[in-house]
């Protein structure tokens, strides 16, 4: 495979002393040939001179207000310049100022004494050579959609509208007296915008995958907006178990929450939301420097996400390793090494090789599969040539609670996954209990132990990776406390988004942090039979009760679609109409269909963007508490649109499951690659990401700690 090359060719003609000068992008030029991919970055194409404006001069002769003025001109001369056509000042990029140059590097493929690394299959050529093809192409079509939105002209910021829902600056305490210690009181934010400090106050906690959905569809300039999160980077969480192998970097699925906040005008501040106090509509924040303060919000959005759960297992913490930021990626990729250094040492004993290069996972979750998977690729491809004479003690093992791997996806696609990885040599251990983890090893209860075999078995790890779900984190667990939920993993929300329980409505919660309500159907019935005064339904009438839930509680529209069928089914005594305990029974079993939404990046994503354009249409109402409520009622509730689940699966593989109908293979490898590729957060994450990949295939994985 030949190595793409860039080449660069630039032209900078001299600038009039004291012109503005519109800086034009590099424009990205992909040259697709048969024998290399050539990636060209050619020169700016022109540079707009805008006429002469009076120079600032020194700070120390102008006023503040003369300075702001000729910075404001100065501005607006460069947004004016910028937004021009390229037809006129142009002076065009001299050929003979460029230069370019290609090479070609031809790479031969050699054994390894004692092990062979991993034959690529038939056609491994004509794959990759898709995958290359994939991977640049979306990148030029997300490099021109970045270039396009950059491009487009900013909307104008809105002026400050004063808000009347909560008191002024003036009228908020200095500090709060709470556990018998006074807390100062944030008064002011301030903002990139003076104006910032009469707008509605908007709190947002977290910086995962919500609270950046919220970010990015939030209309600037509407609300005084800070964040408040212990990370000040958002992570691309899916792609985290190709950072432990160095298939990827770590930092390649970062994205600095400033620039996130950047477009919405937001503050952001790296502490640890602590508690809400919603008697004062104050939240109170804390800092690893031991500081302390409380935050006023006219409108509080908390998405901190979720924490490992270890299940009550001792010895969790103390000797496994999580998997949920960058920085476990970096803990688990220095230990595997580690582990493979001090293996191939010639003074390590046999049973100490053994168990340095058994690596366990706990967990048949996305995040575990995609783990192992990793794993057997950093194996056969890169351990085979670096250290073949550890392969033969090299062993991965995945533990599983339940009877297959991925039982979130549908049966026939757990089982495709499952028979891949005992091809790969992976230990599946499923109808396991993991009862204890102590230092280099781990014990498990078989379910179904066969007669005969030992029911506690002890297996001697180098590395154990737990991934086996979710659990609150602590403000979660204070916010649920504090307002009496009773739901075990989340914070109870209505189909608004909107803290149950909070009379105030202006405490919202999204994410892996909280769980939506249980549909009550059964209540929409009940108002349908008071206003009509009737004591049962006829097909005509269930079919409108039908339309009224699937409205009110969009998860539950898709088990009442068939109207007919269903009234067909439950009118039991075939009079043509639906007693009460018919109805009751309908409901019931319609109930138990229905399931909390998954814990996922996808379900995030889309209750983020659904709460701020609810926000940005109300943003009108947002100086009166009881404006917005009325017309927060007439807005539509949540409803979620699943969009189907990927996993890789090792060996350039991948599964996808849809509406319980799934594929899996090379071609579905491809598009995971694609489809993540593709949601990144930014230009820049997204060109690291497909440099990356293109890496790995050419030049292998870094093996350096």
């Known amino acids: 495979m030949q190595r793409a090359i860039l080449s660069a060719a630039s032209c900078r003609p001299p600038i009039a002393s004291g012109a503005v000068v519109a800086r034009s992008r590099p424009s990205l030029v992909l040259c697709f040939t048969r024998s290399a991919t050539t990636a060209v970055a050619a020169a700016p194409l022109s540079r707009v001179h805008a006429p002469r404006v009076p120079s600032l001069g020194s700070v120390s002769s102008c006023s503040y207000p003369q300075l702001a003025a000729a910075h404001h001109q100065h501005s607006r001369l460069y947004s004016t310049a910028s937004s021009e056509p390229n037809n006129r000042d142009t002076t065009p990029a001299s050929s003979s100022s460029s230069s370019s140059s290609s090479s070609t590097s031809s790479s031969s493929s050699s054994s390894v004494r004692g092990a062979r690394p991993r034959r690529r299959p038939t056609g491994y050529a004509a794959a990759a050579a898709a995958f290359l093809s994939a991977v640049i192409a979306t990148a030029a079509f997300s490099l021109a959609g970045s270039l396009a939105a950059d491009a487009a002209p900013t909307d104008p910021i809105k002026p400050a509208v004063p808000s009347t829902s909560s008191s002024s600056a003036s009228e908020i305490p200095a500090s709060v007296v709470i556990d018998g210690v006074a807390v100062p009181v944030v008064r002011e934010f301030i903002g990139q915008d003076p104006g910032d400090a009469t707008k509605p106050r908007l709190v947002v906690v977290g910086a995962g995958w919500g609270a950046t959905a919220f970010l990015k569809n939030l209309d600037p300039g509407n609300y005084n907006t800070v964040v408040i999160s212990e990370s000040n980077h958002f992570i691309f969480t899916p792609l985290l178990p190709e950072a432990t192998t160095g298939t990827v970097e770590a930092r390649t699925l970062q994205e600095s929450i400033r620039k996130i906040c950047h477009h919405s005008r937001a503050k952001f501040w790296q502490a640890e939301a602590y508690d809400v106090h919603p008697e004062l509509n104050m939240l109170e924040v804390r800092t690893q420097y031991g500081d302390r303060f409380l935050v006023p919000y006219d409108k509080l959005v908390i998405a ?9 297992v001792p010895g969790v913490k103390e000797n496994t390793h999580f998997l949920k930021t960058t920085a476990d990626a970096r803990k688990i990729r220095y230990e595997i090494l580690t582990n493979l250094e001090r293996a191939s040492l010639p003074t390590t004993p046999i049973e100490k090789k053994k168990q340095l290069t058994s690596f366990v996972v706990a967990g048949g979750g996305p995040t575990g599969v995609e783990f192992a998977a990793g794993l057997y690729d950093f194996i056969h491809e890169d351990i085979a040539k670096h250290f073949p004479e550890l392969l033969p003690f090299v062993k991965v093992s995945l533990i599983q609670s339940g009877e297959h791997i991925l039982n979130a996806f549908a049966e026939a696609i757990s089982i495709y996954a499952e028979k891949t990885f005992r091809r790969q040599n992976i230990n599946l251990i499923t109808n396991a209990r993991v009862i204890k983890v102590e230092p280099e090893v781990i014990t498990y209860k078989l379910k179904n132990a066969k007669p005969g075999e030992n029911e506690t078995v002890a297996l001697p790890f180098g590395l ?63 108002d349908y039979l008071e206003k009509s005064g009737k004591s049962k339904l006829s097909c005509d009438d269930f079919e409108l009760v039908a339309q009224a839930a699937g409205k009110k509680y969009p998860a539950a529209a898709v088990h009442l679609q068939n109207v007919i069928r269903l009234f067909d089914e439950y009118d039991l005594d075939r009079s043509g109409f639906l007693e009460l305990d018919e109805i009751k029974k309908l409901l019931s079993d319609v109930n138990k269909k229905l399931t909390s939404l998954p814990a996922t990046a996808q379900v995030a994503s889309q209750q983020g963007r659904y709460l701020a354009k609810k926000f940005n249409k109300l943003e009108f109402a947002a100086v009166q508490d009881d404006v917005w409520q009325k017309e927060e009622q007439k807005y539509p509730p949540f409803k979620y649109t699943h969009l189907g689940s990927f996993s890789y699966i090792g060996g350039d593989e991948a599964v996808y499951d849809y509406a319980n109908l799934g594929q899996g293979g090379l071609m579905v490898g491809l598009a995971w690659r694609g489809a993540y590729l593709s949601k990144q957060v930014s230009l820049r994450t997204r060109a690291l990401l497909g440099f990356d990949w293109i890496k790995r295939y050419i030049f292998g994985r870094d093996i350096t700690r």
């Open 464 to 526: 154990c990776v737990w991934s086996t779900g979710i659990e609150k984190r602590d403000l979660t667990r204070r916010v649920t406390a504090r307002f009496g939920h009773t739901n075990a993993r989340a914070i109870e929300v209505d189909g608004q988004l909107r803290l149950k329980y909070n009379d105030d409505q202006d405490i919202y919660a999204l994410g892996d942090c909280a769980t939506i309500e249980n549909p009550k159907i059964m209540s929409v019935v009940n």
């Open 304 to 312: 901190v996400g979720a924490q490992n759960a270890t299940f009550g």
